[in-house]
């Protein structure tokens, strides 16, 4: 299967989707227009773009689908220069975090019939094509958003090409996915962002609040470490759809404070009880708009070279560590070791491996 794939944007997204496709279609041909250069040249040096373009021309008028991956706003402005040059069966589509403005803008553009919106649930707090990798987007929701003039046979098609790529593809009108994301992503990297500001700006003056902050502070507060450029994009472009489900939130947290202000105790015990069983319902068998962090805490004697001996046995196995540290704080969790991986198969194959070799596992 032969094809020729356009990109406008090459960053963490594109260049995994990319890395995705080259993967899985490797005679595809794959070319490439973004405003950082050295990330195309990367890009190419790796067998990923076959053909570097300096512009948006006509080169575009070759590509069977063209990938949109540019900040929102920049999306929308590239759609009246693809116009023109696009053939009648290409399907343009973008991986923006939200939809409206595309849709609307879509429309406003008559290229109602050619448009198949996308937004893969899957990111980083890195950003760049250097943190781009082939798995990124494999077993992650990846939201499709057909106009309503979308061809049958072309949404169809871009299903299947989607789940070929190892993703999940889920069909939604445009309106439902901007409320969806709203609240189960936009929301939340406001609340993360704020909790830092909190801390930052009520710190001591020797900021031992930063010092000892982690457990449950550092993982809530994790989706902060963001593009600022990329979620104030986000947050203006999804705000008709954020600002009532802020206004919902903080309503609850003015509840939350007169229960405390009472003293009601058993509405705290229920606020917790709740929400911990409705948590604990959720799948963790698929990726979700914040990425899933892959980390295990491991019991460990203080000895010269323990360490090591765990690093070991999952080197053995053939197994990669992401990251690996000491937890100075264990308020929240037990295991005085932190190990983090890339991905959920060396998650699951360290918490067997080490608890095989006698390792206490908290997770």
């Not at 930063?210 to 963001?226: E, L, N, P």
């Not at 892959?294 to 360490?307: E, F, P, Q, R, V």
Request: net charge negative; glycine share 6%; with cysteine.
């Amino acid at each position: 299967m032969d094809g020729i794939i356009g990109f406008i944007g090459f960053g963490l997204i594109g260049g995994s989707i990319a890395k995705r496709i080259k993967k899985i279609y490797p005679h595809y041909t794959i070319m490439a227009y973004s405003n950082s250069v050295n990330e195309l040249i990367d890009a190419s040096n790796d067998g990923i773009v076959n053909v570097i373009l300096d512009s948006i021309d006509k080169h575009f008028s070759t590509c069977d689908m063209i990938f949109l991956c540019a900040p929102v706003t920049y999306n929308i402005a590239y759609l009246p220069l693809l116009k023109s040059l696009i053939k009648p069966s290409c399907i343009i589509t973008d991986v923006g975090s939200t939809k409206t403005g595309i849709h609307q803008s879509v429309s406003s553009l008559l290229l109602e019939h050619s448009f198949i919106g996308g937004h893969p649930m899957a990111g980083s707090e890195k950003s760049g094509y250097k943190h781009s990798s082939t798995h990124l987007i494999e077993n992650v929701y990846y939201i499709i958003t057909p106009t309503k003039q979308t061809p049958t046979s072309n949404l169809e098609f871009f299903t299947h090409f989607i789940a070929s790529l190892g993703a999940i593809p889920l069909v939604l009108d445009y309106e439902t996915h901007d409320f969806i994301v709203a609240t189960i992503s936009h929301l939340p990297h406001i609340v993360a962002a704020q909790l830092v500001q909190l801390v930052m700006e009520h710190d001591t003056q020797n900021e031992t609040m930063k010092q000892i902050a982690a457990g449950g502070f550092k993982d809530i507060t994790r989706i902060a470490s963001c593009s600022p450029i990329l979620w104030e994009q986000i947050c203006m472009d999804n705000r008709h759809h954020l600002i009532p489900i802020l206004e919902t939130y903080i309503h609850g947290l003015k509840d939350t404070l007169s229960v405390l202000k009472k003293g009601e105790s058993e509405k705290i015990y229920d606020l917790f009880h709740t929400s911990g069983t409705y948590r604990n319902s959720m799948t963790h068998s698929v990726s979700g708009p914040i990425p899933p962090k892959y980390s295990i805490y491991c019991n460990l004697i203080d000895k010269t070279g323990a360490i090591a001996t765990v690093a070991t046995i999952l080197s053995n196995s053939n197994i990669s560590i992401k990251n690996i540290g000491i937890v100075h704080n264990r308020e929240q969790f037990e295991g005085a070791l932190n190990i983090q991986f890339y991905d959920n198969t060396s998650y699951e194959q360290a918490k067997k491996t080490l608890q095989e070799h006698g390792y206490s596992i908290f997770f």
